[in-house]
């Protein structure tokens, strides 16, 4: 697929277990942008990396919010301790450039999660 | 921070224009404008970049006034595909800052 993938689509989880959430970019995109949307809002920045290095994660609203891209392409957006507050719809999106400016982002269909 | 959008909501009939604002408190270098469908992922449709130059949709067009920290979607002879939530997107250093929303529902 030539798009912007996630996974799980669907996550439940208990209060306090630990969940992680997949990205897969648009092959050869440098930026990769995660976002949390609460139902009826807008999408809310977390963290940007540019290939492997996080250079933004001042929206992670917690330090229960990790989130890591190794090897420059895949990512993965780890929540230890889940929170009812947590319960939302996690977006990526990746852009061609290193810059945000003028560069089209491209959303995945997102992780919808539900903590219990 | 949040840029605000209006009107919140809007209904249209088929072929109907709009007009859908964006306003924000911080200067802007450049304004991005998605749709969002109920339950997908956020849809691209352009692009307003300081200076003028603009990058998007054939038949939606925006304006961008960077004194008055502003933009503007337009929508014309709205079709049924157009229904969504549509959200601006304000650049601040190396993130968007996403606004309120503006829900659209046309009919026919």
């Known amino acids: 697929g030539a798009g912007v993938s996630q996974s799980p689509r669907y996550k439940v989880a208990k209060r306090g277990q630990d969940v992680a959430l997949r990205c897969d970019p648009i092959s050869g995109h440098v930026s990769l942008f995660w976002y949390q949307q609460a139902l009826g809002q807008g999408p809310e920045f977390l963290t940007y990396f540019q290939n492997e290095a996080q250079l933004d994660k001042s929206g992670l609203p917690s330090d229960r919010f990790f989130a890591e891209r190794p090897e420059g392409s895949v990512s993965t957006l780890k929540i230890q301790r889940t929170q009812q507050e947590d319960s939302a719809v996690y977006l990526c999106?990746?852009?061609?450039?290193?810059?945000?400016?003028?560069?089209?982002?491209?959303f995945g269909p997102g992780t919808r999660l539900l903590v219990l | 921070q949040q840029p605000v959008q209006s009107p919140q909501a809007v209904i249209l009939r088929e072929g109907e224009d709009a007009v859908i604002n964006c306003s924000s408190s911080k200067a802007l270098y450049s304004v991005h404008w998605y749709r969002q469908k109920h339950g997908e992922a956020p849809v691209f449709l352009m692009i307003l970049l300081k200076g003028g130059e603009q990058k998007g949709h054939e038949k939606i067009s925006a304006s961008f006034n960077e004194k008055k920290q502003q933009s503007s979607l337009y929508l014309t002879a709205s079709q049924l595909s157009y229904s969504g939530t549509y959200f601006c997107?304000?650049?601040?250093?190396?993130?968007?800052?996403f606004g309120t929303g503006t829900r659209l529902q046309v009919f026919p």
């Open positions: 997107g304000t650049e601040h250093t190396d993130k968007l800052i």
């Open positions: 999106a990746s852009s061609l450039g290193g810059r945000v400016g003028g560069e089209t982002q491209y």
